[in-house]
């Protein structure tokens, strides 16, 4: 069913339960008014609507080419399935595409083959955000003063960035617990620390410096020669992820997917680390 509102300088059309608004600014107002006004059967009109209203591929990045069925390549060569799908994606949704070129521009300075090919798998956990730089967000448990449970020095304050050699991080996948920066997937993370006292933090980490890839853990951690601390993983941010892993573990099992998230444990710590970093911001700002 077709509806519409015309206005002194706006147009409100409402077809197939979609609704657009349109000022007479917008380059689309005038050609949908002469839809409005034309003597055609509804459906028509709202075939003729729907058309002008859909959005347009924003133009592809250089270096990249789409082909028939979605196959997605950059310089010739077919994208890996997990970057294919999420550029896809992407795509549809109008998104940027610019961090996509950048990520794989950044993976192919990292000088180990394993890891640039194990990352993917890595990636597919969660579905790791890719970032505007071509970095990559990951997890990484912490004590409630936010260092490390290993050694307690290490500070993974919010901005801190924290590196060592690479080549004293363990490159051998096959090494379960080695010496390296380490980083994970929420579903490691949140199980790994002591009860109230660990907090999640969101680390970004640049595909360069990834090192290897466990392979006893399904892919879940990773050593790394660099990363970033954003800051303790926030609330909704936590709610998303567990939806998406139980969203993920539906779609392995066949079981449809959950609907809703329960209630997360072992995050007061983080929930602490929160608020004393909104504090510290609102007492330094009323210093100024």
């Not at 059967?41 to 709202?46: I, K, L, S, Y």
């Not at 209630?263 to 007492?283: E, Q, Y």
Request: glycine fraction near 6%; charge should be positive.
């Amino acid at each position: 069913m077709l509806s519409y509102l015309l206005l002194s300088n706006s147009v409100v059309v409402n077809t197939h339960g979609q609704t657009f608004n349109l000022t007479s600014e917008d380059p689309r107002f005038r050609k949908v008014i002469r839809i409005l006004k034309k003597d055609l059967p509804e459906v028509d009109q709202e075939t003729a609507l729907l058309l002008l209203m859909k959005p347009k591929d924003k133009p592809l990045p250089d270096r990249f080419k789409v082909l028939r069925g979605g196959i997605v390549m950059f310089d010739g060569e077919r994208l890996h399935p997990t970057l294919e799908g999420r550029f896809n994606q992407s795509r549809s949704l109008g998104l940027p595409l610019e961090p996509f070129k950048n990520f794989i521009t950044n993976l192919s300075k990292n000088p180990t083959p394993s890891a640039r090919t194990s990352l993917y798998k890595f990636l597919e956990h969660n579905g790791h955000p890719i970032t505007r730089s071509g970095c990559f967000i990951a997890y990484k448990s912490v004590r409630d003063n936010l260092t490390d449970w290993h050694t307690g020095k290490i500070d993974n304050s919010p901005g801190t960035v924290v590196s060592m050699p690479r080549d004293n991080v363990v490159e051998d996948p096959e090494t379960t617990c080695a010496s390296g920066l380490h980083v994970a997937a929420w579903v490691y993370a949140k199980d790994f620390g002591k009860g109230d006292k660990q907090v999640i933090l969101e680390i970004e980490v640049d595909p360069r410096d990834v090192v290897s890839v466990p392979n006893d853990y399904d892919g879940t951690k990773m050593r790394v020669c660099r990363y970033r601390a954003i800051g303790p993983c926030k609330e909704l941010n936590i709610k998303l992820i567990e939806l998406q892993v139980k969203a993920r573990k539906g779609a392995k099992s066949g079981k449809p997917k959950a609907a809703k998230a329960k209630p997360i444990r072992k995050r007061s710590a983080t929930k602490r680390a929160v608020k004393s970093l909104s504090k510290k911001k609102k007492s330094s700002s009323r210093r100024k």
